[in-house]
Every structure is written in C-alpha cells, then in structure tokens.
C-alpha cells in the first residue's frame, strides 16, 4: 500500500550530475515510519545497494563506494527521498530504483525492502 514513483534519470555525460527523486505516497506512510533505499542495477548485473535514508528523521546509511559522489537526502512533508549523483562516470549507468522499507534502521538488505518502484534510467557517456 506504499506507491513509489522515481524521476530524474535520463542521459548525461562524464562528468556530469543528476538528481533523482522518489515519491512515496499510500495510506501506510502516515502510520509506519518508512527508509526509501536506493539501488541500482547495471546491464548484466545484479541489483546493488546504493544509499537508504529514514523519512522521519533523515538517518542515512551508504555503501562505501557511493558515500564519495552520492547524496541522498530527504523532504519528509512530502516523503520523497532524493539521489544527488555526482561526477558520474560511465560506469554509473544503471536503471536506479527506489525502495521502501519498515525497519527501524535503513538498510542495505534487500529482502527487507517490501515496496518497489518502475526504475529511472541513468545514462553516463564517455
């Protein structure tokens, strides 16, 4: 009962930054605290963890390789989290996905993640 709608893929050059949004809106977000995680998912690959942040307060836990050029925040009013991409490099290029979660902490594992979003594509050219 949680709906996600990701936004602000598209195609960009090395170097270049995005900033992706995730909207979260249903019924459960006015009684259950939520983190909306980030994932990514390259050609040939298999989704990964990127960065998750918790609605109501903005606690945040990264992967170790995404802290150097990514930012997640949060609008809590609008329980939308956000993914600032920046310096990217060809090897960013992945459909990224927005994610919600219930536990009390934000975290890397998936299965703990019950609600997905369609994806945004992200495109880095060399």
């Known amino acids: 009962q949680v709906q996600l709608r990701e936004s602000g893929g598209g195609l960009v050059r090395a170097g270049d930054f995005l900033r992706l949004s995730c909207a979260a809106s249903?019924?459960?977000?006015?009684?259950?605290?939520?983190?909306l995680g980030w994932f990514r998912q390259a050609p040939g690959t298999d989704r990964v963890f990127v960065a998750a942040?918790?609605?109501?307060?903005?606690?945040?836990y990264y992967k170790h390789s995404a802290k150097d050029r990514f930012a997640i925040s949060r609008d809590n009013a609008t329980n939308t989290a956000f993914l600032q991409l920046d310096s990217l490099k060809p090897e960013d290029t992945a459909v990224y996905t927005c994610?919600?979660?219930?536990?009390?902490?934000?975290?890397?594992?998936?299965?703990?993640?019950?609600?997905w979003g369609q994806g945004t594509q992200v495109t880095v050219s060399s």
């Open positions: 994610a919600a979660s219930t536990l009390n902490v934000p975290t890397e594992n998936i299965n703990r993640y019950e609600y």
């Open positions: 249903g019924r459960q977000l006015t009684h259950t605290h939520y983190s």
């Open positions: 942040i918790r609605l109501h307060d903005g606690m945040t």
